[in-house]
C-alpha cells in the first residue's frame, strides 16, 4: 500500500491543503509515519494497517460488532502501549479524515434485507 498521503493531496496542493487543514492533516501526517507501537521494525503504519483491516471487513462483509471484536483481540496481542483502535468507531474516526465516509444501511436482524433501494421506506421483514 505504502505511504501515499502526499499523492493524495498533490492536485490540491500541499501548502494550500495543510493552510485550510492544518489539525486534520497533522494527524493524517502522524497516523502514516507512526509505528504501530514504539520498537515496531516493519513499515506498516497505525494509517496502513487501519486501512488493510478495514478492508478486509469490507471484502468479507463483517458486521461493525464483529470488526469491534477482531481489532479489540488483534490490539491484546501487541504490547500495551500499541496504538490500533479498539473499536471500530475509533477506525471510523481516523477515515473520516481522509475523507472516507460512510453510509450506514439499517437491516433486518435475519440478515434477510437491507433496508434501502426499494426497502428503504419499510421497517418490517417481508422475510420474517
Known sequence: MGN??????????????QQAHSPM????????KNPLYPGFKKSLT????VLSLVNVKTKYG???KSFTS???????MFPKENMLPKSY??????LCLMGMEYQKI???????IL?????EEMHKCLMC
Open 4 to 17: 501515499r498521503l502526499e499523492e493524495m493531496i498533490c492536485d490540491f496542493g500541499q501548502k494550500s491543503f
Open 25 to 32: 492533516y497533522d494527524t493524517l501526517e502522524s497516523d502514516s
Open 46 to 49: 497505525l494509517l496502513s494497517a
Open 62 to 64: 463483517w458486521s461493525d
Open 70 to 76: 477482531l481489532l479489540q483481540v488483534v490490539k491484546n
Open 89 to 94: 468507531y475509533q477506525v471510523k474516526k481516523i
Open 106 to 112: 439499517h437491516a433486518c436482524p435475519n440478515d434477510c
Open 115 to 119: 433496508y434501502r433501494h426499494e426497502y
